[in-house]
């Protein structure tokens, strides 16, 4: 027969020796980061050799494992957008997307969890010089203009599949600014928080007019709401971020269904007051070109808003923006809009634009005028 010990004694005796053990390991641990306080205590039972080590005591073989398993959610969220897209295409009578032929990479995700893709096309074999003729071309700010989709996904697709047609420039294409738009059924202008991501971005005069004066408007229109803040959405915070990260010298971003060409890069007209600088010029020959591929298109100075891209990059950064406003949102006529556009689109990113220097200004050449 077994007799139970007595509870009182036996508790006593049991934490004494682990106030003992507690005592002694506490100040083993304390020994050691005293003498060795470059040795990862918590490795310190793997034999792992010091050169595997990083400098904060990571093993680099784990840094890989949290690689592969970051890259393979990545893929896997990449790919569960294509499928949406794929279906969106499939419910449009477009076919299959090309959206699984591009490898695509993201650094935002849209407010429903969507990745914000885009792709750099840049040849290995490029120069330096080569590499500094980078254009930016967007898509799907604006999902409920479907053409534009169409367009910019084919356009990635086209350069994937001929590194021809960018050697000598680098392009970056975001073929669907607006996922969570573009998978709204119908899909609708503004993202998921029914921001117009074209009337979002941070420029001076945000504060001051974009949210006041859509306020005070008469019709409130919904599919213009600027947000509450500027640079308040994920798809406002992707596009800067492309122009922050790669200074493009040209921006592309393709609208629908207004019919024109709109070129943004107003300031240096400015300043040098109403001369146009060489700069100037060839952002204009830029237009132009656009133009003359697609038939003579017709070039049309709109003016700014408060939050738009025009504002920000074309007058607040001086990179010239063309919006590319094709003259229908009928998912009929992408065919016809890819034969007008694209071959514009591809000598526009050939076309050579040095990036606009303030000493530029006051250096027109007024014989070229
Ligand atoms: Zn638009």
């Avoid at 237009?287 to 591929?293: C, H, T, V, W, Y």
Wanted: hydrophobic letters at 40%; a positive charge; glycine letters at 4%.
């Amino acid at each position: 027969m077994v007799i139970a010990p007595v509870k009182g004694k036996i508790n006593f005796k049991y934490i004494l020796s682990l106030l003992i053990l507690i005592f002694f390991n506490s100040a083993y641990a304390i020994n050691i980061i005293e003498k060795n306080d470059y040795s990862p205590l918590i490795f310190e039972n793997i034999n792992i050799p010091l050169s595997l080590l990083n400098i904060s005591g990571i093993p680099f073989t784990s840094f890989h494992v949290l690689n592969d398993i970051q890259r393979a959610r990545s893929q896997k969220q990449i790919a569960d957008l294509c499928q949406r897209v794929d279906l969106t295409y499939k419910k449009l009578n477009w076919g299959k997307s090309p959206c699984f032929s591009v490898p695509w990479k993201y650094d935002y995700v849209s407010e429903n969890g969507n990745p914000l893709i885009y792709w750099d096309f840049v040849s290995d074999t490029m120069d330096e010089d080569q590499k500094k003729n980078i254009t930016v071309v967007l898509g799907g700010v604006h999902p409920d203009e479907l053409t534009p989709v169409h367009l910019a996904f084919q356009f990635a697709e086209a350069l994937q599949k001929n590194p021809d047609l960018y050697a000598n420039s680098h392009v970056i294409v975001a073929p669907l600014v607006n996922p969570d738009g573009f998978f709204t059924n119908p899909p609708k202008r503004t993202n998921a928080n029914g921001v117009d991501l074209n009337r979002n971005f941070p420029t001076a005069t945000w504060n001051k007019y974009a949210y006041q004066v859509w306020l005070k408007s008469k019709q409130k229109d919904k599919r213009k709401f600027p947000g509450y803040f500027a640079n308040s959405e994920q798809g406002t915070r992707f596009q800067a971020d492309l122009l922050e990260k790669f200074h493009p010298d040209k921006v592309i971003s393709i609208h629908a269904p207004l019919a024109f060409l709109d070129l943004d890069y107003e300031i240096p007209q400015l300043l040098s007051i109403g001369k146009l600088t060489d700069q100037q010029k060839k952002a204009r020959n830029l237009a132009e070109l656009l133009s003359r591929s697609a038939g003579n298109y017709k070039i049309k100075d709109i003016g700014i808003y408060p939050g738009s891209l025009g504002n920000y990059a074309g007058n607040e950064r001086i990179i010239p923006t063309i919006t590319l406003e094709m003259s229908s949102s009928n998912p009929k006529f992408v065919k016809k809009f890819w034969n007008d556009f694209s071959p514009g689109l591809f000598k526009a990113i050939k076309y050579e634009f040095k990036k606009h220097q303030f000493a530029d200004i006051g250096n027109t050449n007024t014989d070229n005028q």
